[in-house]
């Protein structure tokens, strides 16, 4: 996918947000603004905006020495989404369609990112969600629920925290509507924006119900060659692809049918302008494709 104009601002923006989540330090924010700009120059549009992304998240950690900038970000917005839980999980079960309502919640909790906006808040969050939940999908369902009947192996690809939260209720359903599926969870192998990682998933006890790996890198979505050896493994088995989020589709369909053969099913909310028109839906849809 090509970057654009508006792409640079918006990466520029995080790396500066991310070092403020970091730390208290103006001369290490500096310090991490010229970097970022020093490196948005030699190769901000020669590659994709995944792996800028990427560099800028490893400067931050490089010059404020935490490894995890939006630790605290992401273990409040877990914890606010398991207190809803439950509520979210009856309100499925009492749908008429539970894996469209389950679907419609996993794209919903997409909606909360603070790659997007910092400034996130409980009562943001549930009011974005809900919101979210009225929308109608951009996108069609049907062929989605037929592949999970003939579906033997799915590999889900996670994004954001709090959001996972969203994802494994949808898990939850799909193993219910076909009992036989193996559904291995797929998290981040190193901190990321406030992408997911093992913390996360301890925190939501995701590993209690279904296999979950990480992916061996830092890649802000997913990147094979950077891969480690069990994604490789298990994604050589897997016959489909949920990839959640705006990262996991950037990255991925840059990849012809000779690297990915299986059938990926992206999953995100359209919160940035360009993507939503390079995908050819509105700024704000609930997104399958």
Known sequence: MPISLDCIICLTRQSLEAARFACCDELRHTAVLKRTLDLVYNKGFTTIPPLIAQEIQRIVRDETGNTDPYSVQKQEFNNLMLSVREPLRQRIRGSEEPIRMAVQLAIAGNAVDYAVRADWNQTMVLDTIEAALKQPINGNIEPFIESIVHSQNILYLLDNCGEIICDQLLIE???????????TAVVRGAAVLNDVTWTD???VGLDQSVTVIDNGNDAVGTVLEQCGSEFQEKFKQTDLIIAKGLANYETLIEYDRKVLPQTVYYFFKAKCPFIARFA??????LVIR
């Open 173 to 183: 359903e799909l193993q219910r509507f076909q009992p036989k599926l193996n559904v």
């Open 201 to 203: 998933v301890y925190q």
């Open 280 to 285: 050819g839906v509105q700024l704000g849809d």
